[in-house]
């Protein structure tokens, strides 16, 4: 499941509902529309920490509006949004290490792939 908007995934977020929700591989945009959310429980909400967690819920898509159009991408670590490997290079080199040893930080924008290709080159 994505973690999409902020806080990771729905299911992990609001788990009292995903237990009541019928198709667990649902997508955001069959639950979402113009007309608003429209849900496939196996029973309406009835305990307090389901009510609870619905207003949560509500709250956090509240302004959601799904659009028709591919998903896109985009690195928060440069200007135009764009993956540029010069960028995250130089993000990876101007980290200081916290011994002699070689470290290559977590960086969750950059890809494990980038990061482990980073690490084997200082490796030699």
Not at 4 to 9: A, I, L, M, T, V
Request: some cysteine; charged content about 25%; proline content about 5%.
């Amino acid at each position: 499941m994505d973690s999409w908007c902020d806080g990771g995934p729905f299911r992990d977020r609001f788990q009292e509902l995903y237990q009541l929700e019928r198709r667990k591989s649902c997508t955001v945009k069959e639950r979402i529309h113009d007309e608003g959310q429209k849900w496939d429980w196996r029973s309406t909400p009835t305990t307090d920490e389901q009510i609870r967690s619905l207003h949560m819920l509500s709250n956090v898509i509240g302004g959601f509006c799904p659009t028709a159009g591919a998903d896109t991408w985009k690195c928060a670590l440069t200007v135009d949004g764009n993956y540029h490997v010069g960028v995250i290079r130089s993000k990876l080199d101007n980290m200081e290490p916290v011994s002699n040893e070689v470290i290559i930080p977590w960086i969750h924008e950059i890809p494990i792939k980038v990061s482990t290709f980073v690490w084997r080159e200082n490796l030699g």
